[in-house]
């Protein structure tokens, strides 16, 4: 089993909609969740980390389930410069990737 | 955050050859890994590179095959020796920033093309 898994989508969404996906963990020791955005041919770059709590940056909003050990990621009022490819992080003593979901906002 | 640069940003080498990648970061920073990321796949930790001893590789991943250099705490370099078309890549370097509860702010990568 992988340690980390996301659909990999395409998530093919109209500006404007509501796009939200989850992305599941296996080690239920992990500390640390993490969203990141990798634009085609670019390095990831840290979109947001993801608090127990959960927590919003402004269109985005990341929640927590430790119980089921899954990580959501939803996108409000899409534009198009969110298309990407979102890497959900998890990290015990290194960081474990997924292997992303691409999210693609049309016009 | 910190600003990361590596070089060469990609280079197309011969098999059986070995290229080494540069990693510079502008703050000097505890932790230094370098990643690779096969075409479509997700990253893989390689090794973490520790300022002052030998790096520590990941399960799969071997010094002979990619030796490390950590000579301070703003630069790493990372060498993928006798290099297959298998190794074709991008390998990114990352550092985490202390007190960053784990954050890790990535390198451009080197994209490497082994013919």
């Known amino acids: 089993r992988k340690e980390v898994e996301q659909d990999p989508g395409p998530f093919n969404v109209p500006e404007g909609a509501t796009v939200a996906f989850n992305c599941t963990y296996s080690?239920?020791?992990?500390?640390?969740f993490f969203w990141y955005r990798q634009d085609c041919r670019k390095e990831p770059k840290l979109l947001m980390s993801?608090?127990?709590s959960g927590n919003e940056d402004g269109r985005f909003t990341a929640q927590l389930n430790r119980a089921s050990q899954y990580i959501s990621l939803l996108i409000r009022d899409s534009k198009l410069s969110d298309s990407a490819t979102y890497l959900c992080?998890?990290?015990?003593?290194?960081?474990?990737f997924g292997a992303g979901t691409t999210v693609t906002v049309r016009a | 955050s910190a600003v990361i640069s590596q070089k060469p940003s990609r280079d197309i080498c011969q098999r059986g050859t070995s290229l080494t990648i540069q990693c510079q970061v502008d703050?000097?920073?505890?932790?230094m890994f370098w990643y690779r990321q096969q075409p479509g796949q997700s990253l893989t930790l390689i090794a973490t590179?520790?300022?002052?001893?030998?790096?520590?590789?990941e399960s799969g991943f071997v010094i002979d095959k990619f030796p490390i250099s950590r000579p301070n705490l703003t630069f790493s370099t990372l060498t993928v020796s006798n290099m297959s078309p298998e190794d074709s890549s991008i390998y990114l370097c990352?550092?985490?920033?202390?007190?960053?509860?784990?954050?890790?702010?990535f390198g451009p990568g080197t994209r490497l093309t082994v013919l």
């Open positions: 080690n239920s020791a992990s500390q640390s």
């Open positions: 993801v608090y127990s």
């Open positions: 703050s000097q920073v505890t932790m």
């Open positions: 992080v998890v990290a015990d003593y290194k960081l474990s």
């Open positions: 590179a520790n300022q002052g001893s030998e790096a520590t590789y």
């Open positions: 990352s550092v985490e920033i202390a007190g960053g509860r784990d954050t890790q702010y």
